[in-house]
């Protein structure tokens, strides 16, 4: 208790030139603890969070995204696999959005208004998750129309210092580089953290749509490893 009296008296002093942001009080097996989320506004109207209190342990928010638009699909494989193997290294609470199941309603839809209710909660989903696992099929040297149409509807604020593990399948090993020329671009816009290692996957590394090479399992397990480090709660 010593750490949270000193979080008290450092707030009982400086409450003047502080606004308290958010306040949340939770409980385990021995004691109450409160949390005091506090910004301090500069001049240039930068924002200063002060954490103060004990920080609560919570299942990791991850979204997965499958661009595949089919199934059976290589590409949904691939994001199974990986957020298989994060979720035994780490507890995580899985949202996956699959495009080949919601793909002719998103399609349709000119605007975010126009979006089914289940899509916009698809979509405010991405906006509030700790960690995005992405993937998508090589179409035409890029990602599919589809995908680009979800994240066209993401707000472009809300993904600020996210991390990122960024995946895609293809016919063959040509393809490899859409990771950094196409995925990797489209994620800077947003000032999203990618990751520096993404998975790629060729047609011959899976037998039945299951992952099935040695390399490719290797190259899934050193992604999500270095991954680990990057990986917390939003606040």
């Known amino acids: ?50 954490k103060i209190g004990v920080i609560m342990s919570n299942k990791l928010k991850v979204v ?8 059976p699909s290589r590409t949904l494989a691939l994001i199974e696999e990986i957020t298989d193997r994060l979720s035994q290294k780490i507890s995580i609470d899985l949202h996956l959005i699959e495009l080949g199941q919601i793909g002719s309603q998103l399609g349709a839809a000119a605007s975010r208004t126009a979006l089914p ?61 859409i990771i950094d020329h196409q995925l990797r671009p489209l994620f800077s816009f947003f000032q999203s953290l990618t990751l520096p290692i993404g998975v790629y996957a060729s047609e011959a590394e899976f037998v039945d749509y299951k992952v099935a090479n040695e390399a490719l399992d290797a190259r899934i397990d050193l992604a999500v490893t270095r991954a680990i480090p990057f990986l917390k709660p939003r606040l």
């Open 117 to 177: 209710e289940s899509i916009q909660k698809d979509i405010e989903a991405i906006e509030t998750a700790d960690f995005l696992v992405v993937a998508t099929p090589v179409y035409r040297a890029s990602y599919t129309g589809l995908f680009k149409h979800l994240f066209d509807f993401v707000h472009h604020e809300s993904l600020f210092d996210v991390p990122v593990l960024l995946a895609a399948t293809g016919g063959s090993d040509r393809h490899a580089l």
């Open 64 to 71: 997965a995204v499958s661009g595949g638009v089919g199934r």
């Open 1 to 50: 208790m010593q750490q949270s009296n000193s979080n008290i008296n450092f707030f009982k002093q400086n409450h003047h030139s502080l606004n308290v942001f958010k306040v949340l009080i939770f409980i385990d097996k021995d004691n109450w603890h409160e949390v005091c989320i506090i910004k301090y506004i500069v001049s240039v109207k930068r924002i200063i969070k002060l």
